[in-house]
C-alpha cells in the first residue's frame, strides 16, 4: 500500500457545483497533511494545510479523520479556475520529507 | 520577494550526454528537494539538503544523478549519460528551517523540462 494514496480522477464538475475528494494515508502516527494545488505544466503551490481536525478558507474545506487514517477537501461554488491537480502530502516522520501523492485531476465545466 | 529560480527553464539533449540543472532557493531556507515528475505522474522525491548536515539521497534512481549544494544556497542537479527515461519536469523546493509545522511547507521553482532525444 502507498503512503499516500488519491483517486487520480479526472473528477468532472459542473461550474458551481460542490465537489469533494479523499486521500487515504498509511502512517497513523502522522501529524500534518497538506493540500497542494498543480496547474497544467506549473509547478506545485500550497492550498491548505490541515494540523488538527480540519481547516477552512473561503470556498475550500480540509478535513482529517485519523480514524479513518483520510484527509478530505470539499471545494463549494467551484469554479472555472478550480480546474488543476489537487495533490495530498504528508510528512514522513521527523526527517521532514514530505510523502506526496499522485494527484486528482478535477476538471471544473462551464 | 524572490521565489525559487531554477535554470535552464527547457533542456534538450542527446541521449548519452551528460546535463546539469541549477536551482536557487529562496534565501533563508535551509532545506532543499529535488523532484522528477514524469508527464501525467506524481512527484518522485529525489534528493534532500538541510543546511550542513549529510543529503538524503534515497530518491537517486541510478548512479548517474547526483546532486550539490554549496551551503544553503545554490544546488545542481547533474545526470549522467542521460538516457530517454530521464525525460521529465526536473522541479527544485527550499522550505524554512527545522522546526514547526510551517517548516513543512515547500515552495517550488517553475522546473527545467528535460528532453532526451
Known amino acids: 500500500r502507498k503512503e499516500v494514496e488519491q483517486d487520480p480522477g479526472p473528477f468532472n464538475v459542473p461550474e458551481g457545483a460542490t465537489v469533494a475528494f479523499n486521500c487515504t494515508y498509511s502512517n497513523s502516527a502522522s501529524q500534518s497533511f497538506f493540500w497542494y494545488r498543480q496547474d497544467c505544466r506549473k509547478e506545485p503551490k500550497l492550498l491548505m494545510s490541515?494540523?488538527?481536525?480540519?481547516n477552512e478558507d473561503g470556498r475550500f474545506t480540509a478535513q482529517l479523520n485519523r480514524a479513518s487514517q483520510y484527509i478530505s477537501l470539499l471545494i463549494r461554488d467551484s469554479k472555472l479556475s478550480d480546474s488543476a491537480t489537487y495533490l495530498c502530502?504528508?510528512?514522513?516522520?521527523?526527517?521532514?520529507?514530505?510523502?506526496w501523492g499522485a494527484g486528482t485531476k478535477l476538471i471544473i465545466k462551464p | 520577494g524572490a521565489g525559487v529560480s531554477q535554470s535552464p527553464s527547457n533542456k534538450v539533449t542527446e541521449k548519452g550526454k551528460d546535463v546539469e540543472l541549477r536551482c536557487d532557493p529562496i534565501s533563508g531556507h535551509t532545506a532543499l528537494y529535488w523532484y522528477r515528475q514524469r508527464l501525467g505522474q506524481g512527484l518522485e522525491f529525489l534528493i534532500y539538503f538541510q543546511g550542513n548536515s549529510a543529503p538524503d539521497k534515497s530518491g537517486l534512481p541510478s548512479d548517474r544523478f547526483s546532486a550539490e549544494r554549496t551551503g544553503e544556497s545554490v544546488s545542481t542537479l547533474t545526470i549522467q549519460r542521460t538516457q530517454q527515461e530521464d525525460s521529465a519536469v526536473y522541479l527544485c523546493?527550499?522550505?524554512?528551517?527545522?522546526?514547526?509545522?510551517?517548516?513543512?511547507?515547500?515552495?517550488f521553482g517553475p522546473g527545467t523540462r528535460l528532453t532526451v532525444l
Open positions: 490541515v494540523y488538527s481536525s480540519g
Open positions: 502530502v504528508s510528512p514522513r516522520g521527523s526527517n521532514y520529507q514530505l510523502i
Open positions: 523546493a527550499s522550505s524554512l528551517p527545522r522546526g514547526g509545522p510551517s517548516s513543512f511547507e515547500q515552495f
